[in-house]
């Protein structure tokens, strides 16, 4: 069956360090990929996407995230996180058409001081 | 600015009654949906709209019924038949970029 997994529903870093979210699927064939933030009460925004080519793909907001087909992830990264980073976040994984897209359960940051 | 605007932001909902969720969005997208959040299982497809006048159930659309008699609106309706609505709605559309652009939700409470 097509399932996107987070495995960390909770994960505290100190403000300044680096950040690793991790989500991994499972799909037939090579997905679209996407990460998602959401603030608490709000709607989500979109971060990043791959669909081809290079496995590493630049978001906004300083993320970056990489696709390893041998894995089956797409971790997202952030070098040094800001206070102002912590929400949740969603992987999120679709087909061809986008009327298949997939969401993880979420992973919630906090960001100690 | 382009976007997806979603009301009201919180709705209350008496037992036995049918609430109406508005989605509106001036980026010329065709494709429209909506998704349920409830915590800890991220987000469920209710239904979507690729064009006017269509629409497809998703996983959850039991107790839910949808329109899109115009590109720009797509209203959710939560009927009587849904018996656990409390939640939180998101709306969201998609370009020929990719990704899904959401609006800010509507939270809905049955009192």
């Known amino acids: 069956a097509q399932s996107v997994t987070q495995p960390d529903i909770h994960i505290t870093v100190s403000e300044g360090a680096s950040l690793e979210l991790r989500c991994n699927y499972s799909y037939g064939a090579t997905p679209y990929l996407f990460w998602y933030v959401q603030s608490p009460g709000q709607g989500l925004q979109l971060l990043l996407k791959?669909?081809?080519?290079?496995?590493l793909v630049q978001g906004i907001k300083g993320f970056e995230a990489e696709f390893k087909r041998s894995q089956s992830s797409f971790n997202l990264r952030k070098p040094s996180v800001h206070w102002s980073d912590a929400a949740e976040y969603f992987c999120?994984?679709?087909?061809?058409?986008?009327?298949?897209?997939?969401f993880g359960a979420g992973t919630r940051l906090t960001v100690k001081p | 600015d382009g976007g997806i605007t979603q009301s009201p932001k919180y709705l209350f909902r008496k037992e036995g009654q049918n609430v109406t969720l508005s989605c509106e969005q001036n980026l010329n997208h065709d494709a429209m949906y909506w998704y349920r959040q409830d915590p800890g299982q991220g987000l469920r497809l209710i239904y979507y709209s690729q064009i006017v006048n269509d629409f497809q159930k998703g996983d959850i659309a039991e107790g839910y019924s949808v329109s899109r008699e115009k590109k720009e609106s797509f209203p959710l309706t939560v009927t009587s038949a849904q018996k656990n609505p409390t939640a939180f709605y998101l709306c969201?559309?998609?370009?020929?970029?990719?990704?899904?652009?959401f609006g800010s939700g509507t939270r809905l409470t049955v009192v």
């Open positions: 999120a994984v679709a087909l061809y058409n986008n009327n298949d897209m997939r």
């Open positions: 969201a559309s998609i370009g020929a970029e990719g990704g899904y652009t």
């Open positions: 791959y669909f081809s080519g290079d496995t």
